[in-house]
């Protein structure tokens, strides 16, 4: 049925994608299906080429400037175009065919690999000529990313959609893990050029997977028709449901602030600890490590709900705090790992609860919305966290990467905590449940009258634990 902002469910509710918590044969359930399978392989040697590409091109900048500034310019072109066009990426994404889309746009990677891979391996590499290949593949993103987002759902379906989410975000940091460590070699022994150019062919065996893949198994979504104001459409039906609203929220303040930890570690592995390219894929694989561990771990969790998420932004804010205050470089290391762990606990909470509580038919142009502010909020994190490093040294500006998402994590609960009526409880005796988030009671002015008995109210803020937050399926309003 169809719900208005009215009827939906207190904003800390659970999404009710498991009754019960998941066995461990099927942590990885959604590779059951032929499909998918498919699809996870190309992803995984893609995302260890993009990650390749993505330090070949950083440290390209560096050696080419030496300019911490300019490589957060260089970050900046790759997400700028999500930040400008993503909303229209978004109802592209809806309308067409998402598997051919995205054969598409791979091919489009490919040309533009191989070109810059070529330009590097001949030494005639400049500036502008990686800023120019960064902003079109920029482009491309803004397709291909809300399309690849909905397209999930079309290979394993509504049940297994949270698990395959968390299994996307291990691929993504399984590639963050060993991409940076091979790319770090590489840079060392022949140059970033031969990085650049693994990212292009792996871009064709992505083409060629979609290709083969089994076109009567998938479960494509309804088409949006054309019309006017579906942009407008899309960004109604974000503001009404608290499940979609306050996720994005909190991923603006994380993504401008706290994803923008690359153009960081050049500089940690460029001017403090001195230890070059190869220290700088070491710092990318440490966060990696942890990262690939909060994937796994989140695909055991029983329900999503919004006090997790921020939670897990806090925690991820805090780490980066502890990093940007660490001046021992295997302690630095250690607070490394610990921001990829909560940093993906919280985006797999929180893109998990986006698509669950979005209906198909509009899936797409609310995932453009999810995906411009978490590319676009880099694209303007990274030249603020370059100027920060160079004003004021890269320790403040990691420091100043986990400060503002903390405190919007704990600005965002309080209000939610305040809307649905709840309170934050310290059970000093259990240390367990040391902190709990409770309903909040309400002290009633008691008045006895003879003859009558003392009655305690009902609590306004209850709370029943299985009121379940709307998982649409019915048309967007």
């Keep these: 049925m169809t719900a208005d902002a009215s009827t939906i469910s207190p904003p800390t509710e659970p999404i009710p994608v498991l009754i019960e918590r998941p066995r461990w044969r099927d942590t990885f359930d959604s590779l059951r299906v032929f499909n998918y399978r498919l699809y996870v392989i190309s992803q995984v ?71 810059l891979a070529i ?23 803004v397709v291909e990313g809300p399309a690849r987002s909905a397209f999930v759902n079309e290979m394993v379906g509504h049940r297994r959609l949270r698990n395959a989410i968390s299994l996307n975000a291990s691929i993504f940091h399984l590639g963050g893990l060993l991409g940076p460590a091979i790319s770090g070699v590489l840079i060392v022994v022949v140059g970033s050029g031969w990085s650049i150019g693994v990212n292009a062919i792996a871009a064709v065996l992505v083409v060629v997977n979609l290709g083969c893949m089994r076109v009567r198994e998938l479960l494509p979504s309804p088409r949006a028709q054309r019309s006017k104001g579906q942009i407008r459409e899309g960004l109604k039906y974000v503001m009404s449901k608290p499940t979609i609203f306050w996720p994005m929220v909190m991923l603006a303040f994380v993504s401008t602030f706290g994803m923008t930890l690359p153009v960081l570690l050049v500089s940690f592995a460029d001017t403090v600890y001195k230890s070059g ?43 980066l705090i502890l990093a940007g205050t660490a001046t021992w470089e295997p302690l630095f290391i250690v607070f490394l790992a610990s921001i990829g762990l909560s940093r993906l606990l919280f985006a797999t909470g929180a893109e998990s609860t986006v698509q669950l509580s979005t209906n198909r038919a509009i899936r797409g142009r609310v995932m453009s919305l999810y995906s411009m502010i978490m590319l676009g909020g880099q694209a303007l994190g990274g030249p603020i966290s370059g100027a920060i490093a160079d004003r004021f040294g890269v320790h403040v500006a990691m420091a100043v990467a986990g400060i503002v998402p903390a405190l919007a994590a704990v600005v965002i609960s309080i209000v939610l905590a305040r809307s649905g009526k709840l309170a ?31 009655q305690t109210p009902r609590s306004d803020g209850a709370v029943t634990r299985n009121r379940l937050a709307e998982v649409s399926d019915s048309p967007p309003r």
């Design 277 to 319: 390219a190869a220290g700088y894929g070491l710092y990318s694989s440490a966060a990696a490590v942890g990262a690939l561990s909060g994937a796994v771990l989140s695909t055991r969790r029983l329900t999503v709900r919004l006090r997790t998420i921020m939670f897990a932004a806090g925690l991820f804010g805090l780490a």
């Design 45 to 115: 040697i893609a995302n260890t080429s993009g990650w390749m590409q993505k330090i070949a091109t950083d440290w390209l900048v560096n050696e080419l400037t030496h300019n911490i500034a300019l490589v957060g310019v260089t970050v900046f072109l790759q997400f700028a175009p999500v930040l400008v066009f993503g909303v229209w990426g978004g109802v592209i994404a809806d309308r067409v065919d998402k598997r051919r889309l995205m054969m598409t746009t791979q091919s489009i990677t490919v040309v533009l690999c191989a070109l």
């Design 119 to 141: 330009l590097t391996l001949f030494g005639v590499v400049m500036v502008w000529q990686v800023w120019g290949v960064a902003l079109l593949l920029g482009m491309v993103a």
């Design 424 to 454: 934050l409880k310290i059970r000093l005796r259990r240390p367990r449940n040391l902190v709990q988030i409770v309903p909040r009671s309400h002290r009633p002015v008691r008045t006895v009258r003879a003859g009558q008995s003392r």
